[in-house]
């Protein structure tokens, strides 16, 4: 095993004195491992002669070790005495047949002491005949760091004429100091990991692939980006094995962008046979650009990395794979490339994100009425999804000539722009009215959008045309006085020079096409970390709880209007209206009100809004709100399950991973867990160190298909060779 030293890496950026690092590896010619100079660029410098320069975080000071040159113009003497070194530790692991720790401790001592050679066989070393010795290594081989120091202090409290060796002493500070540093990782204190990476350079070895990566890591988590790079670029230089370079080679992707993973990919070795040894991971590698690009247009990501996934689309028929495609090549307007991949998206699967790819292509084709048949069923998915729909509305109503509209459409879209109040639409139903001579509808139009929006002067300048149309003067002439010194056209309507026709509307009209933003929604990530997918669990709760307590009374809430005075049962109808309009804080007001009520009423009103505040993401309101009335035991089962799945998420999410498992240990009490749960679960006992039970899970749910725990499966058992 080669060992790295590379505290060089953790150095602060004051310590400008430090010109770089360079150092020979134990039977290899000497190489330049790492450049990471903290204030200068070292390239081109010559090669000094082989040492060790670490470069402590708290103030850059240099240790060199005592067997090495400490001046770097002299010659390294190949002839020198060999050192004194204590092999104590290698017959002891050897003795156990503990491989792992064999060779950590040979690569150790290799670092430290460059001219040694360690034994053919470690078992010819001498016996430690110190029994209690022995039980100290034999402690520390179970990892009982407390222990050891325990037995220290009670022999020397004993024996103060006794010193332990010193390289126990310093493999038990080493072992610690790993403790340490992978608790530190775990819990997010990225600043801690790269501190103790700076204390403990010896830790960064080959042979502890999983410390080098929680500091490659917690260098992109503290914005030194370049820093990890280097640090999973000495990785793919110097160690070896199979598995490490793959693994290594999958963290950094998970964490640095397109440009830095080329230049790692570059790192890649071929066989004799022509077999590249990452071909395994390009898919997912390729797939990962591509989303990139998807996000960043200013990117050009490789052409090979498109036909792998054209490929993947091709023998997998995933419609992720094509709504990759899609995104990437519209992003950069590349609308004719695009659309074959969104329609193949929606064959195979339809979605949010297939639905407004296409819409936006129709749109730039000004093809809106086509445009607003895909949306619709999507709108409501997100903001973005919702803008786009709306955009289409607006260019449709705009068509010139108008458009004979069915009246299911038509009314589709009034009922939107009035939930929305959405100024463009509703503008194009005033001129919309008045192309079908219906004035009176258009002034309401108008004038209602003013109430939307009252500096939109589109909308006033229609009022105008509309009661010129009219033949309202006062009404007019109120309208250009309040507009006359901010719109030269109104403050001009109704002269002689605007036509002999009696309704110059059409002509008035504006072809003002409405743009929409083409960013790519948003989309599950699946990320090491963290679970691949997990549902929103309020729209989960609210999609299977509103059958029954929803009231079937039609309740008037198109606009905004204040529930209090409304008897409690009108105030439940308008409550639940509002859900099914998605304003969430306006249904748990209306609820609030129904909460006066008795009996059956009330009961709804606690559970509605419970439901209310879980869908607007207030899990603690939604808690209070559930305890307000009795509910029946099947309402408050799922209301519980859904706060504690909530809370399991709200959890997860800020790295508090046991507390994680405490939620969706109390929510397993009262419901039967779901696979999205389930992955969380893995993932948490991933992050808690606790791989057999995240491989047993993880393993259970790849049974059933689902790739995001298929992935993870792959990745434990890389990290398990």
Known sequence: MKSILMALVLISAGAASVAGLSFRLPGDQPQDVLRMAAGGDTRGKAEKSPRVELAQANGGAQHVPANQNTTADQPTDTTQAKPAVDESALRYFASRGDTVRLNAEIA???????????????????????????????????????????????????DPQWTPPADLVERLDIAEKRTALIAASNAGNSQEVVRLGAETPSLLTCSDADVLWRVAEAFVKVDRVPRAKDAFGYMLDNCTDGPIRLATVQKAAAVLGYADMQDLLARERIAADGAKEFDTLRPDLARRFVSEGDNEPKLTVAPEYLKIVEKLLTDDGLASDALLLGWYHLRRDENALAEPFFRKARSIEDSASAAQGLSLILLARKQPAEAEDVMYAWRTSSDQAMETYLAATANLMALDPIPTLDATVLNRIAQVTVEEKHPETGEQFGWYALAMDQPRTAEEWFSQVLRWKADYEPAAYGLGVARLRLEDKAGLAAVKQAWANR???????????????????????????????????????????????????????????????????????????????????????????????????????????????????????????????????????????????????RRGAELQSAILADRAVASFRAQRYRETLAYLDQRRQVQAEPADLMVMRAYAYKNLGMRGDAYRLFEALGETGRQDAIRALAELRDERR
């Open 108 to 158: 150790r001592l290799r670092s430290l002491y460059p001219t040694w050679t360690p034994p053919e066989n470690p078992l010819a070393i001498p016996e430690n005949e110190d029994k209690q010795l022995e039980a100290m290594w034999a402690l520390y081989s179970q990892s009982r760091y407390a222990d050891v120091r325990a037995a220290i202090a009670s022999r020397q409290k004993e």
């Open 487 to 633: 719109s030269q056209r109104i403050a001009r309507l109704g002269e002689a020079d605007t036509g002999n026709d009696a309704a110059p509307l059409r002509r008035e009209r504006e072809q003002r096409p409405v743009a929409v933003d083409r960013r790519v929604p948003e989309r599950e990530v699946v990320a090491e970390a963290r679970p691949a997918l997990v549902e929103d669990v309020s729209t989960r709760t609210q999609r299977t709880g509103r059958t029954t307590a929803r009231s079937t009374a039609s309740a008037e809430c198109r606009a905004t209007r204040d529930p209090a005075g409304l008897p409690p049962a009108r105030a439940l109808s308008l409550g639940w209206c509002l859900m099914e309009k998605n304003r969430p804080m306006e249904a748990a007001q209306a609820f609030e009100v129904a909460l006066g009520g008795q009996g059956s009423v009330r009961s709804d009103a606690a559970y509605g809004q419970s439901l209310a505040y879980l869908r607007a993401g207030l899990t603690s309101d939604a808690a209070v709100a559930a305890t307000k009335a009795k509910l029946e035991q």
